[in-house]
């Protein structure tokens, strides 16, 4: 594989890891949605359950946020180090 191929690789990586982001961004506003739904009904236990949901999906969001960050600066460096930011 040469470079350029390896940069598009990097580039559907990083489109896999920014949609696995917006499916997370998802999760975290309906499992809030449904605590608050829970709150209204007086469920306590949906209510709790959601709530540590909405905590587990918030913190996977960060994690996914720092990895999306992290690979961007690598993909970065691999393509001005090639030279693969230039016209050809």
């Known amino acids: 594989m040469d470079n350029r191929e390896k940069l598009e690789k990097m580039d559907r990586a990083l489109r896999l890891m920014q949609d696995l982001r917006h499916s997370q961004v998802a999760m975290v506003e309906k499992s ?13 236990e949906m209510e709790k359950n ?3 949901l909405f905590s587990r999906y ?31």
């Open 32 to 44: 809030s949605k449904l605590q608050m739904d829970a709150m209204e009904f007086n469920f306590s």
């Open 50 to 52: 959601m709530g540590d």
């Open 58 to 88: 918030n913190e996977s969001l960060d994690l996914i946020d720092t990895e999306i960050e992290r690979f961007e600066i690598k993909r970065n460096q691999f393509e001005q180090k090639y030279g693969l930011d230039k016209i050809e």
